[in-house]
C-alpha cells in the first residue's frame, strides 16, 4: 500500500468541503473492504482517503412512505433491520448473501454500490486491461468462466453488488451528492456499461458520493425474492444471481420487476418481463415464457456458456417459488 | 526387541485426551514463525519473476534502494538468470517496516528478454510447444510398470472398458506460509522455520551456503500445516540469511500468498488413460494405462495406477511433461488421489457393465484382509443398501446418489532418536528432533513417555522442533508416528529400567520386579514396597538421569488400508454438487489418541471434499500468471461445504503404530464422482466437478 | 485522538452539498448500530474541520482493556499495528485480503478483520485480541470447549474461529448446526478442523447456559 494523507470528516459539512478541494486523487473509505485491498494490490495510489465512518448522517435507516438508507449503513445492520426483513425481504436476503459475518459487520452500502468489479485481470497488477488504461479486455482471450454473457464489451466485467439488483428490482433511487451539488436519480441509472465508459461502472464523478438510498413503498401483495447462486456457499460472489420483485392484485400480476447480477457489467434488468407478466397470472408458461427472455440475447464468451443455461434456470426456479406462495 | 503392551493394560494410548498445546494454541500464546520478532528485526520479501519464460537482462534497484527504510537489497538471487516460471525468485529486499516493504517491491526496474512459454499440459505435449529446458523433450520418457502379461489378460477378459480421465492442479497453500525467521549469532546462523523438517532443513541450509553443520540451528516450535509442501529448505531461507548478513539485523520473510501459491509446490495435474478388461464373474484380467502428468518445472507426476486393487496383469506407461510452471512437491499422498478418481469410476464402470454390485465388483477384486473387513463396516454403517439401483432416478431437479472408494499407504517410518532426562524432583524431559504439524506429535510423544512411565500426560516436558536435538527424520508420507512412537517407547522404557535398577538396589530386589504404575513405583511380590514417583526419583543420586534411545523394529509396521462411502445431492438446475455425508474407516493399528487421529481422517476427508469439486490452479494463457492466487478465486471447502463427517477408527493394535495422514484423502474424489453419476447418470472426468462441468455434462447427455 | 498534530481543512462551506439531504429527517430516523459508527462524544473531541493525519502519528488504541500508545501511517492496518507494533501476535495474518478470517478481532464486541481496516480508524474503539477474551488467564468456555474437542489441529486458523464463534454465542447463545456453520463461514480452515469445531460450539454453548443458570 502506498501512503496516503488520511482526512477524517465528522460532517456532510466537512466531507463536501474536502471533496470541493479534491482534484482527482482523493478516494472515499467507507467499511474498506473493498478498497484497502485494492490499495493493498497497488492498484490506485491515491494523494488523499477521506474517512466517511465519522459522519453519523450516514448511518441511518429511516421509515418514511417508503425508507430511506443511509450510505453507511453496514450490510449486517440492513440484513438484522426487522421492518426491512417485513417489507422488503428480498433485501434482506441480498444483505444475507453477501460475504462473511465479518465483512458484513464491516461492509457498507454506499461502499456495496460502487465497489469495483472482482474480476481476475482487473484486480491482478500484473494485467494492463482495458479498465487501467491497456488496450486488451484479457478475459476475451483468457479465462473468462466468471465473465460477462450480456452487455459486455469492450470489457467484459460483471457487476459484483448483491444490493443493485434487489434495489433496482424495488425501484431505489440513489442520491448522490458532491461540491456542485446534489441529484437524486433511480438507481438503475447509476450503473453504466463499459462501451459507455471504460475506467468506471457508474455516473459518479470524482468529487460525489452516495449519501443515501431511497426505496418507494410496496403496495400490499408484493412478492419478492432474491436467488444468488455461489459455488462456495460459504462465501462467494454471484455466479449469477436473480431479483425479482412482483405486485399482485388478486394472484393478477401488476407489475413485475426482474434484474439479474453476475451476468452483465451492470445489474441487468429484463424489462420484457413486466409486458411479459403483466395482467397475467403466474402460470408455469408465464414463467417459462420469462425465463427464455431473460437469457435472449446473451452471447457467452468461450467458457461462460452455461450461464446462460443458470440464468434460465435460476429465473425459472426463483419465479416458481414465487408462484407457491402466491 | 521391543513390544507394546497388550491394549486393554494401557492407560493413556488408545483412548481419547486432548493435545497438549492446545491452550496455547486456542489463546494465541503458541508462537509459529510469523510469530517471531526480535529487536531490530528487518522485514524481507521476494521479488518474483513477472513472466513465465525469459532471461533477465538487468535488474536495476537503485530505486529501491532510494526508499527510506530499505535495509537491504539482493539482485543476484537467480543462479542462471533465466527463469521458467511465474513467481520464480529474483530479487529481494529487506525493510523496516511491512509498509515500505511492500513498496520497496514495486521499485526494482527488470529489464526482461521474453521467451516463449507453455502452460499447460496437452499443449505442453505438442511436437511444436515451446521447450521447458531447451535442451530436453517437455515429455519425459516413459517410466513402465509391468506386471503379468498384458495381452494375455485381455485375451482372458469378456468385457474391455476404455476410459480418459483428467484431474488439475491442487496447491497445499498451507494458512501459515513458507518462510523464516533468522538472524546470525556471530557465525551462527539461527533459523525459525516454518517447516516439517527441522534437521533436514539445517542439513540443506548449510549446505546452500556452505557451512559447517554445527553453525545452522534451525527452530520451528509451531507450525500453520504443510502438507507436504515444507519438507525441503527454502531458498527463501537463503534469502532471508543474506539479507540479514547485508543489513547486520534479524530478518523475517514469511512469502506472501501469491508466491504461496505459486512457488511452494502443489500436487501435479494428471490425465489417464485406461484400458481394463474383466471376466463376467467380475474378475478383473488386465489393466493398461498410460499416464501425463505435469509437475511444472520438476519431476514427479507419476499416477499410482491401478492403486488399490489386486490384478494380475499390469501395464503403466507414464511420462513426466515440464510446464512453465513452480515445480510439484509432495502433497497428502502423491499420486494416490489423481489415481484413485480415475480407478474407482473405473471400477464402477466396469460393474455396471457386469451389472454387478460395485461393493460386491470390489470384494472380488481387493486382496487385502483388513479392508474386506472394513468394507463390510463401512457399508453396514452407512446404509449401502439404500443405494439406487438405477442412476439418476430422483424425481425433480434435485438428486441423490452414492458411491464408494478405497485407501490405501504403503511406507512406515524408521531411524528417529530421542533423549529422556529424569530429575531428582521428579519432572521428565523428552527431547527429540521431530516437529508437530498439527497432527498431535508433541501430544502422542508425552503420551507414549507417560504411558510408558506410568505417569499422566501432564508430567511429561516435550521439546521438539530444534535441530540441537536428536535427529528424526521430516514429517511426511505418514511415516512421524511409526517413526517417533517406537523411539520415544524404547527411550522411556530405557530410563524405566535404569531407573528400576536403582529401586532394585535400594529394596533389594530383582529389577523385573520393579513396576511403574499410577503415579508410583513399585516392588511387586514379598517386598510389598511402593514409592511416589516424586519420592522414587528422588534417590537419583546424581540430579538428573539421562538416557538416548532410538527406533526399533516391531512396534510399528506399513501398509494401510481403508475405505469411502460418500453421499452427494446433485441440483441439475445450476450443476451443484453437496456432498451430504461421508462415512469414512480409517485404518489404524495401534491408536496413539483417538481425538488427534479423528481430527486427522477430518481433514484428509475435508481436503478430499475441497480437492472433488473446488481446487484448482488456473493460468492465463496469455501471461502465464495464475489468475487465481488467492483464498477469493482459488476457492477451498469452509464451514457450509463441511458435510456429516463419520470416522470409524478400525484398530488392529497388534500391528503396532501406522501412519493415518495421508489415506484419508485419497478415495474421496472419486467415491464423490461415483455418487454424482448414481445421482444423475453422467459421469464426471475432469477434476473439480465444479458447475459448469456438470451442466455441460448434463446439456451432452440431454442432446 | 488526544494528538493534536492535526491540520483542518480550509475552506467554503457548499451549502449546496447538503440541500435535499433533509436535516429533519435525522430526528425521526432510526440510527443503526453500525460497523464501525462513531462514538457519541466523537464530533466534539474531533471540532469543526476534518481531522488530517499525514506522515506518522502518535495514535492510543484501546485494546483488550488497556490504552496502548503506538506510532502509525496512515497506511498502517490494525493488524499490522497490533501484530507488528505491540507484538500481540495471537492474531493471524494469513490472506491479508479480508477472505480467510485468521485475523478476526471483536471491535466494541462485532467479529471484523483486522487485516482490512485502518488502525487510524479504529481509534477510541473497545478493540478485543485472542490474548484479551480471559482477563483472568483461565479458558473462556469456548477456548476450553475448543481444546477438549480437538477443534483444532495446527491451530493457525485457531484464534480466528475462537474470535467468531466467541462472537456468534453472544449474539445467539444456543446456535444450530446450521447457525454455526453460517456464522463461522467467514473462517478458513486448510486442516480441515470443522467438524470439531462445530462440536465445539456446541458444547460451549451447553457449558455457558448451564452457567448462566447456576448464577
Ligand atoms: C472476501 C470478500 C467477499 C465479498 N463478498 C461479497 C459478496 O458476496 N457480495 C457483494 O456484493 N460484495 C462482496 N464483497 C465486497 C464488499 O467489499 C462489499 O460488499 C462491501 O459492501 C463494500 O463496502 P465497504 O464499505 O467496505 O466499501 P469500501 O471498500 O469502503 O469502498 C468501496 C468503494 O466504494 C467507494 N465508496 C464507499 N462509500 C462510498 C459512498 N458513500 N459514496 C461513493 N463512493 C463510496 C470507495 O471509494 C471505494 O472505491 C466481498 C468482499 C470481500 C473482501
Ligand atoms: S488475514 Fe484477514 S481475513 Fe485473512
Ligand atoms: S487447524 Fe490448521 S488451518 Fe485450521
Redesign the pocket.
Known sequence: MYNFEYLNPTSLEEVSEVLAHSDGET????????????LKEHLLRPRQVVN?KNVRE?YTIERNEGLTIG??V??ADLAADAYIQENYPALSQAAR????PQ?RN???????????PRCWYFRGVEYRCLKKGGRKCYAVEGLNKYHAIMGGGPCYIVH????APVLIAYGARVTISGANGTREIPLEQFFQLPAKDLKKENV?NEN????RITLPPQPENTYSLYL?F?ELES????VVSVAVVLHTRKKRITDASLVLGGVAPIPWKIPEAGALLKGKELTEPAIQAVAEQSVKGSDPLPQNGYKVHLTRNLVRRALTEIQQQL | MSKWKPLEKMKILGKKYPRIDGAEKVTGRARYTYDQFKEGMLYGAILGSRYPAAKIVKIDDSMVWSLPGVKAVLTDVHPTGRVRYVGEEIAAVAATTPEILGEALRLFRVEYEKLPFTLYLEEAMKDEAPRVFPRRSNVNKPRIREEGNVEQGFAQAEVVLEDTFRTQVQIQTPLESHGSMVYWDGDELIIYDSTQAVHGVREGIAKMLDMPLHKVRVICHHMGGGFGSKLQPGIYTVIAARLAKQANAPVRLMLDRQLEFLTTGNRPDSLSRIKMGAKRDGTITAFFAKTYGTAGIGNGAGVRLPIVYSIPNVRHEHHDVYTNAGAARPFRAPGCPQASFAMEQMMDEMAEKLGMDPLQFRLKNDSNPTRQKEWMIGAERFGWHRRKVTPASDPGPIKRGMGLGASIWWPGGRGTKASMKIYSDGSVEVFCGTQDLGTGTRTHIAAVAAEELGLELKQIKVHIGDSNYPRSGASGGSTTSPSVAPAIKNTAEKARQELGKILAEHWNVSPEAIIFSDGYVIASGEAKQRLSWKEACGLLETDVLEVHGEWSEGLSSSGVAGCQFAEVEVDTDTGKIRVLRIVAVADCGLILDRLTTESQVNGGIIQGISYALFEERLFDPQTGAMVNPNF?TYKIVGTMETPEIEVILFDEPERGVIGIGEPPTIPTSGAIANAVYNAIGVRIKSLPMTPDKVLQALANQKA | MSEKKNNKVKGITRRDFLKGLGSGAIGSAILTGGGLIPAESKAELLGPGAEKIHGTQKIELLINGKKERLTVEPRTTLLTAIRDKLHLTGTKEVCD???CGACTVLIDEKPMLAC?MLAVDVRGKAITTVEGLSGSGKLTPVQEAFVEKDALMCGFCTPGFVMAATALLKKNPDPSLEEIKQGLAGNLCRCGTYPKVFEAVKAAAAKMRKGVAHE
Open positions: 478516494v472515499l473509505l467507507a467499511g474498506g473492504t473493498d478498497l484497502l485491498d485494492r466517511l450516514l450510505a453507511l453496514t450490510i448473501s453477501i460475504a462473511t465483512i464491516m461492509g457498507t452500502v454506499g461502499g456495496n454500490l460502487a465497489q469495483r459484483p453488488s448483491d444490493l459518479l460525489e458520493m452516495i449519501t444468488k455461489k462465501h462467494d460472489f454471484a | 477469493e | 485480503r479480508g477472505q482490512m
